[in-house]
T-cell receptor, first 117, second 108 residues
Framework: NAGVMQNPRHLVRRRGQEARLRCSPM?????VYWYRQLPEEGLKFMVY????????ESGMPKERFSAEFPKEGPSILRIQQVVRGDSAAYFC???????????????FGPGTRLTVT | GIQVEQSPPDLILQEGANSTLRCNFS?????LQWFHQNPWGQLINLFY???GTKQNGRLSATTVATERYSLLYISSSQTTDSGVYFC??????????FGTGTRLQVFP
């Protein structure tokens, strides 16, 4: 059973370009979470999605950031017009529906390290 | 909002020593997880432990939910245990709130 997949693992963008980060959840998982880790800091929640539905985006910056989890294909975190402050590690996690079976465990992918030059 | 505190912030050990890491949280939780972030940045699930005790090899964890703390025990530490250990919790929502971590360095 493959784990959570993220790609690319490393991404370099110049200021003003767009960054697209992809996340494929574990098989059987219908819930996806995105977290950001700034250098030398802990992880901070950004957004929580189900298929075709954003459940909670309270941690997402209001501008330039968007996320989707379409019916088919991976979840995408999109950052438009990147700035140097966007340089961070972006982690994706997945879980089964937490409300079935009361298992709330989240499984994390290897992360995408974004560097903005 | 809910608070998560980890202690100690830094820990330096010699190989073979034992250690205890602590996580305090300010409210009841339905999810508590321990992670190890290795020096390459990879985040590894150690335990899903909203309550009770679990063991996995040299590692074990205990969460006392009524007293709002969790402990991670590392026995006979090895250099490969080096990295940052995070505690993360969720309370009536699904988003995890991470502590600031304990940075562990194990020397041969």
């Amino acid at each position: 059973n493959a784990g959570v997949m993220q790609n690319p693992r490393h991404l370099v963008r110049r200021r003003g370009q767009e960054a697209r980060l992809r996340c494929s959840p574990m098989k059987g998982h219908s819930h996806v979470y995105w977290y950001r880790q700034l250098p030398e800091e802990g992880l901070k929640f950004m957004v929580y999605l189900q298929k075709e539905n954003i459940i909670d985006e309270s941690g997402m910056p209001k501008e330039r950031f968007s996320a989707e989890f379409p019916k088919e294909g991976p979840s995408i975190l999109r950052i438009q017009q990147v700035v140097r402050g966007d340089s961070a590690a972006y982690f994706c996690a997945s879980s089964p529906d937490p409300r079935r079976g009361h298992n709330y465990e989240q499984y994390f992918g290897p992360g995408t390290r974004l560097t903005v030059t | 909002g809910i608070q998560v505190e980890q202690s100690p912030p830094d820990l330096i050990l010699q190989e073979g020593a034992n250690s205890t890491l602590r996580c305090n949280f300010s409210d009841s939780v339905n999810n508590l997880q321990w992670f190890h972030q290795n020096p390459w940045g990879q985040l590894i699930n150690l335990f899903y432990i909203p309550s009770g005790t679990k063991q996995n090899g040299r590692l074990s964890a205990t969460t006392v939910a009524t007293e709002r703390y969790s402990l991670l025990y590392i026995s006979s530490s090895q250099t490969t245990d080096s990295g940052v250990y995070f505690c993360a919790i969720a309370y009536n929502t699904d988003k995890l709130i991470f502590g600031t971590g304990t940075r562990l360095q194990v020397f041969p």
